[in-house]
Nanobody, 124 residues
């Protein structure tokens, strides 16, 4: 399974970005998908996750109400709409896939496949 993240860039505080992750090489519709991020000098942290059916989502408290995760199983993509961005959202964002059926997941070790990351920089 390969995951290709895109959509990162430079944006001013208060602005929006939309990240996308394209999956190939596996049964995408069965996967729980997640987004994580790693800021400079910090450990990677959970951002958002969506279950295989697309009806259940889970967010980190720090992004709840500002970020929205969604999936399009017909296109094998998962997206992260990021609104009201803050400088503290600056990080490399990674998409990840858990090959088991299940609910949204927040722990790194539960994910089997990882994309290469896309950089988001929010200026103040």
């Amino acid at each position: 399974v390969q995951l290709q993240a895109s959509g990162g860039g430079l944006v001013q505080a208060g602005g929006s970005l939309r990240l996308s992750c394209a999956a190939s090489g596996g049964p995408f519709s069965r996967y729980t998908m997640g987004w994580f991020r790693q800021a400079p000098g910090k450990e990677r942290e959970f951002v958002a996750s969506i279950g295989w059916s697309g009806t259940r989502t889970h967010y980190a408290d720090s992004v709840k109400g500002r970020f929205t995760i969604s999936r399009d199983s017909a296109r094998n993509t998962v997206s992260l709409q990021m609104d009201s961005l803050k400088p503290e959202d600056t990080a490399v964002y990674y998409c990840a896939a858990d090959r088991t059926y299940g609910s949204p997941r927040a722990r790194e070790y539960e994910y089997d496949y990882w994309g290469q990351g896309t950089l988001v920089t929010v200026s103040s």
